[in-house]
T-cell receptor
């Protein structure tokens, strides 16, 4: 099935550093979602984006819906140890209102 | 406010055994979903139910069946478990987007 190209696959950073990850698609999306998954738990929504060009923040997290509608990025500023986890992007295209298309995740490790 | 509740949290089966994974949501959502998550594969949709009384196949439906028992509950059944079905299974629900997830069922098939 179709999947998003999410990069990087993994990151190992020092506490206090900024983090950036992105997703790209070959098709146009009308929704982009960013989730975080902690070990042993289900994904939790961080940010939802619904309009091309939209820039949305949630605390230290900022995400943008790309102008082309084929990409999105997530930035984390001033990382802390609890940012550790797997970050997933997911998108929905106009052809199917119910199903999401998922990236394979970015695994983030933070060195205190 | 429980959100999406999955039972059991862990299960070990022998090849050929059957099993039903339960999922219930208390958010009055119309749509519910079953995913499996395997290392390096991300989340793959098994089945979904857009509304009570309807179910549709996702990306990887083979070997599974589902039942949308009512608006709250959506179960996933393995009729004859195979080692390839060892995975973590997640249920989710939504009205439109975004989807809200349970904490998963970790299933091992020997």
């Amino acid at each position: 099935g179709q999947q998003l190209n999410q990069s990087p696959q993994s990151m190992f950073i020092q506490e206090g550093e900024d983090v950036s990850m992105n997703c790209t698609s070959s098709s146009i999306f009308n929704t982009w979602l960013w989730y975080k998954q902690d070990p042993g738990e289900g994904p939790v929504l961080l940010i939802a984006l619904y309009k091309a060009g939209e820039l949305t923040s949630n605390g230290r997290l900022t995400a943008q819906f790309g102008i082309t509608r084929k990409d999105s990025f997530l930035n984390i500023s001033a990382s802390i140890p609890s940012d550790v986890g797997i970050y997933f992007c997911a998108g929905r295209n106009a052809g199917n209102n119910r199903k999401l298309i998922w990236g394979l995740g970015t695994s983030l490790a933070v060195n205190p | 406010n429980a959100g999406v509740t999955q039972t059991p949290k862990f299960q070990v089966l022998k090849t050929g055994q059957s099993m039903t994974l339960q999922c219930a949501q208390d958010m009055n959502h119309n749509s519910m979903y079953w995913y499996r998550q395997d290392p390096g594969m991300g989340l793959r949709l098994i089945y979904y139910s857009a509304s009570e009384g309807t179910t549709d196949k996702g990306e990887v439906p083979n070997g599974y069946n589902v039942s949308r028992l009512n608006k709250r509950e959506f179960s996933l059944r393995l009729e004859s478990a195979a080692p390839s079905q060892t995975s973590v299974y997640f249920c989710a629900s939504s009205d439109d987007q975004p989807q809200h997830f349970g904490d998963g069922t970790r299933l091992s098939i020997l």
